[in-house]
């Protein structure tokens, strides 16, 4: 099973900008109530946060965070009578990339399979590991051990870092398998915990509050502040997860 691949869908996205404080604006390349754009989109989107990034100094930006279709810039200390142009100059600049990359890339770069590395990840789905592995049954109408199968075939792409530290979102999810967030978030919920949210999955990479359906668990470690690459996963990266066992 690979990720929805629709070369379009990197062509048709109309940016939205929003500036949600005054140094800082918020582009968006996908439609309202998108949660996962199509991939083509978002090596788009990676193409402009790497052009970006080589050019931080020279357009004044502080932050660059890319994100699930979507970009966030904040810009360097300016003053008052300047930001307004600075403001006005960057989305343009952003909006020019945009619309050039879209005639610049190959179709063989926005619909390549492999961007980064692949990483496998064992999982134990299941009972004490997979809390709501049965709650995922019944909103789904599948068993147990079809969820199971569904899930550990997938080959899932590394979106975006955010939340926590090494918390990978993770597009790809077989559209059988999607579930609403809990409607109560657990205050508790241990670090190497697999779970599904809406219509992605991650790993939650350190013990933390959570408000998505914890379905198995793994031992290995997402988030490592003294490797010399902190974060297992990374945008770009293809992750498989393999089933180890099912606990009762």
Excluded: K
Aim: proline letters at 8%; glycine letters at 8%.
């Amino acid at each position: 099973m690979t990720p929805n691949i629709d070369s379009r869908a990197a062509l048709v996205a109309t940016p939205r900008v929003s500036r949600l404080a005054e140094d800082t604006l918020l582009f968006l390349f996908t439609a309202p109530g998108d949660n996962t754009p199509p991939l083509p989109l978002q090596r788009r989107l990676w193409a402009v946060t790497e052009e970006l990034e080589s050019r931080r100094e020279e357009m004044g930006l502080l932050e660059i965070v890319p994100g699930m279709g979507n970009l966030l810039l904040r810009l360097t200390a300016s003053d008052v009578q300047r930001l307004q142009a600075h403001i006005d100059a960057l989305t343009a600049s952003v909006l020019n990339l945009w619309s050039t990359l879209a005639t610049t890339l190959s179709p063989a770069l926005i619909t390549a399979d492999q961007t980064g590395q692949t990483i496998t990840i064992p999982v134990t789905y299941g009972g004490e590991a997979g809390p709501d592995l049965q709650t995922v049954s019944a909103h789904t109408g599948l068993s147990a051990e079809a969820i199971i199968a569904r899930h550990s075939a997938g080959l899932y792409r590394v979106f975006c870092l955010g939340f926590l530290p090494g918390f990978a979102y993770l597009g790809g999810l077989d559209p059988a398998l999607a579930i609403p967030r809990r409607a109560t978030p657990r205050l508790s919920i241990p670090a190497g915990s697999v779970a599904i949210g809406g219509s992605q999955t991650a790993v939650y990479p350190s013990t933390t509050p959570g408000g998505w359906h914890i379905i198995g668990r793994t031992d290995v470690t997402l988030f490592d502040p003294a490797r010399q690459r902190p974060a297992l996963l990374l945008p770009g990266d293809t992750v498989r997860f393999v089933a180890t066992g099912r606990t009762a």
